[in-house]
Structures are given as C-alpha cells and as structure tokens.
C-alpha cells in the first residue's frame, strides 16, 4: 500500500483514530513550538512578498534628496538610505527577491535532482556510475565557489543567480534521491508491485517516489535556508539582483559603506535574511523530528 | 591500508577529471566570441586571429579541452588578462592569506563548538543545553557577511578597537597580523563552530550511552573522568573528520569574509576577477579550490580510518 499524497487532515480527532501519515506528522509538527514559530514567520514573510506593492509605505525605488540618510523616525520606520529611499517599504519588496530565489532555484535543484536520483537509484548499471561520478564532481566544488563562477559566466542578474544556485544545490538532491530510491526499491511493496506487472516508470512514479517524499520534503526547507543565504551573498557580491531593485543582500552592499553615518541601512536588510534563514532552518529542524520515524 | 589507498586514489581521478570538464565547460557559457572579449577594445582582425591561433579558438572544443589540461598539469593556469600575469603566481601570492584566516577561523570553531557541544550532551535538556543549540542556531542562520559588518560597527567604527580592514602579514608584524584577521577568523568560524557544535552533541550522546561508558561508571570513575576520557575520546573521532573536511568550506566562506574585510586574499581574488571578466583567474581559483577540497576528503578519509581500526582491512 502507498501513502496518498493527499493534503494532511488536520482535523485531529479524525487523524487520531485512522492515523493517515501526513495527519500523524502534522500532529508531531504542531507539538515543537520551534518550527511552528518558523512556519509562522515563513508565512508573514510569504504574506510580505505577495502583498509587497500594497502594505509598502513608499515606492521603494523613489529617491528623495532631502531625505538621504535619516535615522527612523514616525514616517520612516527603518530610515532611509544613501539615496532617500525608505527602508521598510525596500525590505519588504525585497522579501520577494529572497524568496523567489529560495524558491525558484530549489525548485530547479529539485526538477532535476529528483528524477536525475530516481534514474541513478532505480536503474543503477552504468546510469547510476555516470551519474554519481558527475555529482561527486560537482560536490567537490565548494558551494558559493561554483554558484560564483556560474553566475559570472552567465552574467549578474537575479535570474542568473536563481539559476546558478539551483545548479549548485541539484547534486545534492540527487544524491539524497538516488540513496532513497535505493532503500525503497527492495521494500516489499515494491516488489509486490513488480510481481502484479507494473512497468518500471509506474513503480518509480507510484510507488517509489510518494514514501520518498519526507526526507525529500526536509532537505527542500533546509535548502530554500541555503539558497535564501546564497542569493543574499551573491547580490552582496554584486551578481544577484541589479540596482536600484530592491534586495536583502544588495542592501548590506551599499549600507556597508555608510555603516559609520547610517548604521540602520544595514541593521534591517540583515535581520531580514537572518530571520527568514532561521525560520526554514526551524522548520526543516522541526519536519525532520515529525517525519523521520528513527530521529526522535 | 595499501589497497585502500589505491582504491580511494583511484575514485578521486575521474572525480577530478570531470571536475576539469566542468571548470572548463564554464567558458561555454559566455555569449558571443571568446577572442573578441579577450581582445577588449582592440577590434584589429589581425589581433583577432592571432589571439584565436594563441588560445586554439579555432579548433573544437574537446582539443581546446586537452590543450588546457596540458597547460594545467605543467601548471600554467592561463593568464591573468587584467592584472598580467600567470593564474598560477597570483593564486601562489594570495593562497597563504586565506589559509592563515581558515586557519584561524578553523580555530574558533573547534574552540567555541567542541565544548558547546560536550558542555549540552552532559548537560542534556537543560538551560545550557537549550542555550548552546539557541548559539548553533543563530551561527547556521546568521549571514557571515552581515555578521561581519555589525562587528565592524561594534569594534570598529564605535570602540575603535580594531581595523575594520586591511591586512597585514604575519612574517611582517605579527601583532598587527593577528589585529586584522582576528574579527573576519571569528566571522568565518561562526558557522563551523555551529556545525561541530551539533556534531559534537551528537556523538556525544551517543558515546554516553554506550555500553564502555556504563562499565566506567560502574567502576566508581568520577563523572569528569568518564566523560572526558572515556566518551570524549571516541566522540571525537568523526568531529575531527569533520572539521579537516569543512576546512574547503572555509576556503568558499572567505569569499565574503574577505570582501567585507577587504582582505586581499583567495576570495578576493576571484571575487575582483568576476567584475573585470578575467576568465582564466576565476577558472584557476575553482580549480585550485576544488582540488584543495577533494585532496581534505582524501586526508579526512585516511586520518577516520588511521583511529578506527575496525575500518581496515
């Protein structure tokens, strides 16, 4: 029998009597204050992206030079910047740039990785070396080295820095894919679903991949945390997202100059990365606890 | 031990070869025609086509592939387009300042995280416990390059107490050496110190419940002993592994480090490569990065089995 990958019930009166495995995880979930607190902020953050051009205060590319650098006050609750723009309405707009690219390049990295890991873990042979050897390469260049480079040969914009992180982060998905397919092809219910005649695609679509969905799911929050740092970095650097568009890590690039006149300029853009960091670390903390039956 | 070696020697060569492919196959990448980058300004045809015969852009790609592993291997990474001169003598210049600051950062992490790590698993489920993974939290979550930046502000620009950037080496005045790389070591280190932390805490626990532990205990051995001699010593085996190979890691986080402190190092290197399209420096610094890290692997690898006999064999 396969896990329905059904939305979780949340009704948990329900969910305690036939105990289905989302309802059960969810359950475990709501019980660690730590990742209900991520889940929280992950959503006011979510919530801030979306709803970004209606609750921001001001325009936040709209520059004013008689406003170039003041300290927060009632009309400007973060300050402005070197340039008389508010910092509130660009950590908010910013929000979106961190968030698209933690989601948009994990989703890129799990696109590929996961069908790239089903093939390796379920066809094994000559695929899988061919595979593993290439991940093993790409796992031996360091993390921020290789998006780096990638986003220097592709050119800096926030696209390309989307792309090049999610390349960066696909042989991990791979190989965390590749390692559970592994695990999942000897299982019972899979060979009972050998033995009924399915063909391979189905037993790898059906079977295989919904009970490798949890550690999938885990390792997916812990890398939007990664790619959220990685994005922020490398709009540090200057090969993210392009002036005057708002982003968390351009932000810190510029504020970094004004740091002895206008400390405020970098306090913000930073909590902002570290609390949104922090809340998919939690939750990726928390998801582990509530689907891996052998952590407890 | 011997047959070991050869087997691992031989996993990490086509580890390495694809990894050339990839470094290599970045070039691809670049719209539009290598020489005419190359050339800059200069449009001359004559220039063009000497530059193309130069760098062989005129045959395919798997012989231009071969040309530059041939140069690699009798270690001519190219040509510093920029700064004029061999990949190889700029890598050689700035390597030793990225390791003095992973040197030191890798420090700070062994210092601050093994103990963390030792004082929560003996202490489990209490306030130091909650206290030291609040710390391992914060060190995972925190952005090094805004990290570096408030310490900037706080010891810098406020207290005035040290060099917000700079460098100095540690041949030339080892006091002012140590003054500016010791707030970028520690910013460095922050997240590894997270990391040993958890693993430590980890093995930790693990160790206390074994069973050479209760026959410790069962002895009379005082607590500080059984800890310290008895788990700690088999606990830290894959905390050291771990430590060797996150030193790579270290290698990538000084890019930022570096940049925020302006500290003329590796990361710098590449980081001032990238802006001015100095291809070869940015392809030699991921090589010499990657085989650094793949070479820690190696050493890491060696070291686990050296202190787990159980593995030989």
Known sequence: ?????????????????????????????????????????????????????????????????????????????FGTDEVGRDVLSRVIWGARASLGAGLVSVSIAAGFGVP????????????????????????????????????????????????????????????????QTLAAKVEDYVEAARAVGNPHWRIALRHVLPNIVPPLLIQ???????????????????????????????????????????????????????????????LGDGLRDALDPRHK | MLAFLTRRLLQILPTIVIVSMLIFGLQQLLPGDPALIMAGEDRDPAVLEQIREQYHLNDPVPV???????????????ESMRLKSSVASLVA????????LAAMALLFALGI?????IVSAVKKETAWDYGANVFALWGLSTPNFWLGILMIFLFSVTLGWLPASGYVRL???????????????????????????????????????ADYVRTARAKGLQEGRVVLKHALR???????????????????????????????GFGKLIVDAVFNRDYAVVQGVVLVTSTIYILLNLAADIAYMLVNPRLRG
């Open chain 2, 171 to 209: 041949g030339e005045d080892w006091r002012q050496s140590l003054a500016t790389t010791i707030m970028p070591a520690f910013v460095l280190g922050n997240a590894l110190a997270a990391v040993l932390m958890r693993h430590t805490r980890g093995a930790m626990l693990q160790a206390m419940g």
């Open chain 2, 64 to 78: 231009r592939y071969l040309y530059w592993v041939k140069g690699v291997l009798h270690g001519d990474l190219g």
């Open chain 1, 116 to 179: 790239l890991g089903l093939l390796a873990g379920y066809a094994g042979g000559w695929i899988d070396a061919a595979l593993s050897r290439v991940v093993d390469a790409m796992l031996a260049i360091p993390f921020l080295i290789l998006a780096i480079a990638l986003a220097a040969f592709l050119g800096p914009s926030l696209g390309n820095a989307m792309i090049a992180i999610g390349v960066t982060a696909t042989p991990v998905f791979v190989r965390l894919t590749r390692g």
């Open chain 1, 1 to 77: 029998m396969t896990v329905a990958s059904s939305s979780s019930s949340a009704d948990s009166a329900l969910a305690a009597r036939e105990e289905n495995p989302w309802g059960r995880a969810w359950r475990r979930l709501r019980r660690r204050k730590g990742a209900l607190i991520g889940l929280a902020v992950v959503a006011l953050f979510v919530l801030l992206a979306v709803l970004a051009p209606w609750i921001a205060p001001y325009d936040p590319t709209a520059t004013s030079w008689s406003l170039v650098r003041k300290p927060p006050s009632w009309a400007h609750w």
């Open chain 2, 234 to 264: 088999n606990a830290m085996t894959p905390v050291i592994t771990l430590g060797a190979l996150e030193f790579g890691t270290l290698l990538s986080g000084a890019v930022l480090t570096e940049q925020v402190f302006t500290i003329p």
């Open chain 2, 113 to 117: 995280g093994i103990p963390a790590g």
């Open chain 1, 220 to 282: 997916a929050s812990l890398a939007i945390a990664g790619a959220i740092i990685a994005e922020a970095a490398l709009s540090f650097l200057g090969l993210g997202q392009q002036p005057p568009a708002p982003s968390w890590g351009s932000m810190l690039n510029t504020a970094q100059r004004f740091i002895a006149q206008a400390p405020w300029m970098a306090i913000w853009p930073g909590l902002a990365i570290f609390a949104a960091v922090l809340s998919f670390n939690l």
């Open chain 2, 93 to 100: 210049e700035k390597l030793p300042v990225t390791l003095q």
